[in-house]
């Protein structure tokens, strides 16, 4: 009896190991998610779902997933996959920057969000996207969004 519970417990671990939280994952269709699913955000690369009560940020090349984060509805990142959520408490400060130094800071953009022209984002840990403008290679204006909601929270430079 004790080898047939073992043996129970031992299956119902490795049944365990391979449920995975994840709906979707990096590399999976964007054509196969938005049959199913409509985004209530979408900018350049940058796709919102509302799924399963929680918030999907998905960012793609157009075929498939790159890149992507899970909010729950009071910010809490539950997933990533291929980012690094950045803190990004004043954005005054990005005005003025030129991408070198935002990628020294942050590191790569995390989306394009342009339609047309190049404007970079980055995703933060607060579910948020700081939209950044360039003119001769310098910020000149930044918009933070609220990734859940889609309101604009605040503006910085020119705009």
């Not at 299956?11 to 196969?32: A, Q, T, Y």
């Not at 339609?115 to 984002?121: E, N």
């Not at 360039?134 to 020119?158: H, M, P, Q, W, Y």
Request: proline share 3%; hydrophobic share 40%.
């Amino acid at each position: 009896m004790k080898k047939i519970s073992v043996l129970l417990l031992i299956i119902m671990f490795l049944f365990c190991g391979c449920i995975n939280d994840s709906e979707w994952k990096v590399g999976e269709s964007i054509s196969k998610i938005n049959k199913e699913y409509v985004p209530y955000i979408s900018m350049g690369t940058l796709s919102g779902y509302e799924n399963k009560n929680n918030y999907w940020i998905v960012i793609n090349n157009g075929d498939s997933i790159e890149k992507l984060v899970v909010f729950s509805p009071d910010r809490k990142s539950l997933q990533t996959q291929n980012l690094n959520l950045i803190e990004c408490e004043d954005i005054n400060k990005l005005a003025g920057m030129n991408l070198a130094q935002l990628e020294e800071i942050y590191g790569s953009p995390h989306a394009d969000i342009g339609s047309g022209f190049y404007i970079p984002a980055y995703i933060t840990k607060d579910a948020c996207l700081i939209c950044l403008e360039f003119e001769n290679d310098v910020v000149f204006s930044v918009i933070k969004r609220d990734l859940l909601t889609n309101d604009i929270i605040e503006r910085a430079g020119e705009y």
